[in-house]
């Protein structure tokens, strides 16, 4: 990452905007902006670390309301909103903050949220075997609040099913009965 290429390139890109970069609020603008963008963009590294299942649980896990917060590839405007995780175990089980590390992990790149959705539960497919896998994330893209259609308050929900959570009819209910309650519950 190149900061002082980035942080000429935004003063630039204000100036061609025509805002007044050189004005007393705007003189440290390009710098507070790269900052912000390198922040947005940066992942920070963790461990996976799993568990062996000694007790044999066998039951969804579901982990719920983490937050997300991304940038849009198309537009470069954030979008937030939350993630909820569930994964029905195998012969690893995994630490519960390992669920927030793998969401900031891959939010944290100009993204698409189908994309994020699909990453997320292909990490956990790959890396953890369970029987299977589901994620959905619910946000507000600041690229259609802010500008174009101006559609404040308007969420996108994507998700990804893998394993038995797609394949088997009951999981699959129980973990989007599970995660449409959430946030059925959040918007009463």
Not at 56 to 63: A, K, Q, S
Not at 136 to 163: K, N, Q, Y
């Amino acid at each position: 990452m190149n900061l002082v290429a980035a942080e000429a390139a935004a003063a630039d890109l204000l100036a061609a905007l025509g805002q007044p970069v050189d004005s007393d609020g705007m003189i440290e603008t390009p710098r507070r902006m790269v900052r912000a963008y390198a922040e947005m963009l940066t992942p920070g590294s963790f461990e996976f670390t799993s568990f062996a299942n000694v007790e044999g649980y066998d039951e969804l896990v579901l982990v719920e309301d983490i937050p997300v917060r991304s940038v849009c590839e198309h537009h470069m405007l954030p979008f937030v909103g939350v993630a909820h995780l569930g994964y029905l175990p195998a012969d690893r089980i995994l630490g519960l903050s390992k669920f927030a590390r793998l969401v900031d992990f891959y939010s944290h790149r100009g993204q698409t949220q189908e994309r994020l959705t699909q990453q997320i539960a292909e990490h956990l497919e790959r890396h953890l075997a369970p029987r299977g896998v589901g994620v959905v994330i619910e946000a507000e893209h600041t690229c259609m609040s802010l500008r174009g259609v101006r559609a404040a308050g308007a969420r996108t929900v994507t998700s990804a099913l893998l394993g038995t959570l797609r394949t088997d009819p009951s999981s699959r209910a129980e973990f989007l009965a599970l995660a449409h309650s959430r946030r059925q519950a959040c918007r009463t």
